[in-house]
């Protein structure tokens, strides 16, 4: 597991597509969480749920992944911006990836949220994350 849990969030995800699982348990971040919330909503995902296993200290978060006709939402996803280099577009440049069916999920001034969001807003800010 990598120290970015935001990386290992969406690998997780994009993994558990490939492979046909139908969910996936990740380690808790504030920023995952609120990630997660964001695929929930544009319905690549179908649960978010929060959780303390037993014997631990630290809360896991259950991610349920969307299915339509027996194929799942997800096709692939991948983390822009690196611990080591960060990718920032201003609102103009925040267009829908592979068509319509791509998401950006941006880190804006305020807060986190989808691409098509931030563009109505006006705010630019950091891409985290693209769905597709």
């Known amino acids: 597991m990598s120290t970015d849990r935001l990386s290992n969030m969406v690998s997780s995800i994009?993994?558990?597509?490939?492979?046909?699982?139908?969910?996936?348990?990740?380690?808790?971040?504030?920023?995952c969480e609120k990630v997660a919330q964001i695929l929930k909503?544009?319905?690549?995902?179908?649960?978010?749920?929060?959780?303390?296993?037993?014997?631990?200290?630290?809360?896991?978060?259950?991610?349920?992944?969307s299915?339509?006709?027996?194929?799942?939402v997800v096709?692939?996803?991948?983390?822009?911006?690196?611990?080591?280099?960060?990718i920032?577009?201003?609102?103009?440049?925040?267009?829908?990836s592979w068509g319509r069916f791509?998401?950006?999920v941006v880190s804006t001034p305020k807060g986190i949220m989808d691409s098509v969001e931030a563009r109505k807003k006006k705010l630019g800010g950091e891409v985290l994350c693209e769905i597709f």
């Open 102 to 104: 791509g998401l950006l």
């Open 88 to 96: 920032y577009k201003g609102y103009k440049e925040l267009k829908p």
């Open 41 to 65: 909503k544009r319905g690549f995902l179908n649960e978010v749920k929060l959780f303390k296993p037993e014997k631990s200290h630290e809360k896991m978060i259950h991610l349920g992944l």
């Open 14 to 31: 994009k993994n558990a597509s490939m492979a046909k699982k139908n969910a996936v348990e990740i380690p808790y971040s504030i920023e």
């Open 75 to 86: 096709t692939d996803a991948r983390r822009v911006s690196k611990p080591g280099r960060r």
């Open 67 to 72: 299915e339509v006709d027996g194929a799942y």
